[in-house]
């Protein structure tokens, strides 16, 4: 069956979640994991993108994102063709770093922003990972903790 046309709604947050190529650990790299965030970093510094919440597994990314200048698809193309490039420089990759296409699903209302926040900080455990989410270094989770965390977030209230 194919995947419904998606749907472009300015001024909203997404859940996306975009694979690496052939869902290899690519982002169990530090570097590769420092660069894909260091280019979701420069969109968020060019304000393209705000970023409630994102964790970085070793085979793909969950991120809740506020598209602010183009829309969804436009943005991820970015990010993903960024942080190619910067994993290029930084880790010495040499092959493809994402799968084609991205899964998203709009975020329509506080409760399910906050339940998709509480996925995302807890799918390292899930994974098996890690016993708590805040051992885990590449999620937001450690900024809605307070703490110095790998990419800062435009944190939202979800209540």
């Known amino acids: 069956m ?3 046309p998606r749907v472009d709604a ?3 947050w997404f859940f996306v ?3 690496t190529h052939g869902r290899r650990a690519f982002l169990a790299r530090p570097s590769a994991a420092r660069a894909v965030l260091e280019a979701l970093g420069e969109l968020r510094t060019e304000e393209r993108v705000l970023v409630a919440a994102y964790v970085l597994m070793p ?3 969950h991120a809740i994102l506020l598209p602010t200048r183009a829309n969804l698809s436009d943005l991820m193309r970015r990010w993903k063709s960024l ?3 910067r994993c290029r420089e930084a ?3 040499r092959t493809r770093l994402w799968q084609e296409g991205f899964f998203d699903r709009g ?3 506080p409760r399910q922003l906050a339940a998709q926040i509480d996925y995302i900080h807890l799918n390292p455990i899930r994974a098996g990972l890690v016993d708590g989410a805040e051992q885990w270094p590449w ?5 809605y903790l307070g703490r110095p965390a790998p990419l800062e977030v435009d944190q939202v209230d979800g209540d």
């Not at 999620?139 to 900024?143: D, G, M, R, T």
């Open 10 to 12: 300015p001024g909203s």
């Open 59 to 61: 085979d793909h990314v």
């Open 2 to 4: 194919a995947r419904p």
């Open 107 to 109: 975020i329509r209302s």
């Open 83 to 85: 942080s190619w490039h």
């Open 17 to 19: 979640t975009t694979v």
């Open 139 to 143: 999620s937001s989770i450690h900024a």
């Open 91 to 93: 880790a010495g990759l």
